[in-house]
């Protein structure tokens, strides 16, 4: 009797269990000084009330204290911060390719980080919920390493 209560218990917290980890994750390049943030980051946050909790998680590289007058010391270390969470999340060569830009996300898979999409101030938020439908469709049903989107790439 009791096995049988612990397994419906355990069946009962298993769908809660699959939802712990984000299917995708957004690696957002973003800064408070940014005018393109000021409008993609609203925009990322409304998208984002249409999807259950925990689905997509949100990374912000934030660049704020690198700005032109910040330091070169204080460059660096927003620099080692940034690169050190986006291997973190799987999104090395995200920073690598766009590395102190502000005004851009990428979604990518959070199981392999490929990169799936992008966004940029020019989306609205239906457009950005519109993208990361497609993109949880491409990564449930493609295998890793084929979730290439077939629309353009990144800029």
Same mark, same amino acid.
């Given at each position: 009797m009791l096995r049988a209560l612990m397994l419906m218990v355990f069946v009962a917290l298993a769908p809660m269990a699959a939802r712990a980890e984000p299917v995708l994750k957004i690696i957002n390049f973003t800064a408070d000084w940014c005018p393109n943030c000021q409008i993609l980051n609203p925009?990322?946050?409304?998208? +984002?009330?249409?999807?259950? &909790? #925990?689905?997509?998680?949100?990374?912000? +590289?934030?660049?704020?204290?690198? #700005?032109?007058?910040?330091?070169? &010391?204080? /460059?660096?270390?927003?620099? =080692?911060? =940034?690169?050190?969470?986006? &291997?973190?999340? /799987?999104?090395?060569?995200?920073?690598e390719r766009y590395g102190g830009v502000t005004g851009i996300a990428a979604i990518i898979a959070a199981d392999t980080g490929e990169a799936i999409g992008c966004m940029t101030r020019a989306l609205s938020s239906d457009a950005i919920a519109y993208g990361l439908r497609e993109s949880l469709i491409i990564t449930e049903r493609r295998a890793p390493g084929e979730r290439m989107p077939d629309g353009p790439d990144c800029p």
């Open positions: 925009a990322i946050h409304n998208a +984002l009330l249409e999807f259950p &909790e #925990g689905q997509i998680e949100v990374i912000n +590289l934030d660049m704020t204290h690198a #700005g032109r007058r910040a330091s070169d &010391e204080a /460059k660096l270390a927003v620099y =080692a911060d =940034a690169i050190r969470l986006a &291997e973190q999340h /799987k999104a090395g060569d995200l920073w």
